[in-house]
């Protein structure tokens, strides 16, 4: 059964780091694109990170760029999402997502909205909540 299952969220203060871990089941994270998404309610789902097969390819968010660093585990076969100073405005569900198209983390695709729907695979989501 193909499956994504995210953990790792949590209450946080400003300036504090969290790292969320993606566990994957059912298909290889190193053999597609992974990402990371975010959901405000009311606000629509953004990207917030992407790699490339084989890691060739990061792209950040600019509100995230510097602060955020998406990385995977072949052995392992998790995805994570290291956040550092982290800001109120980070709170929000984030979602770890796998897609087979390259295209769909190019920096320019993957900040439309269309982008989402080229990643196939999606966990249910954890809650980050950044607040003092």
């Known amino acids: 059964q193909v499956q994504l299952v995210e953990s790792g969220g949590g209450l946080v203060q400003p300036g504090g780091s969290l790292r969320l871990s993606c566990a994957a089941s059912?298909?290889?994270?190193?053999?597609?694109?992974v990402g990371w998404f975010r959901q405000v309610p009311g606000k629509e789902r953004e990207g917030v990170s992407c790699?490339?097969?084989?890691?060739?390819?990061?792209y950040y968010r600019g509100s995230v760029e510097g602060r955020f660093t998406i990385s995977r585990d072949k052995a392992a076969n998790m995805v994570y999402l290291q956040m550092n100073s982290l800001k109120p405005e980070d709170t929000a569900v984030y979602y770890c997502a796998a897609g087979p198209n390259p295209y769909s983390c190019t920096g320019s695709y993957f900040s439309t909205f269309g982008a989402q729907y080229e990643y196939d695979y999606w966990g249910q989501g954890t809650q980050v909540t950044v607040s003092s």
């Open positions: 790699s490339s097969r084989n890691d060739g390819i990061t």
């Open positions: 059912g298909f290889s994270v190193d053999d597609f694109v």
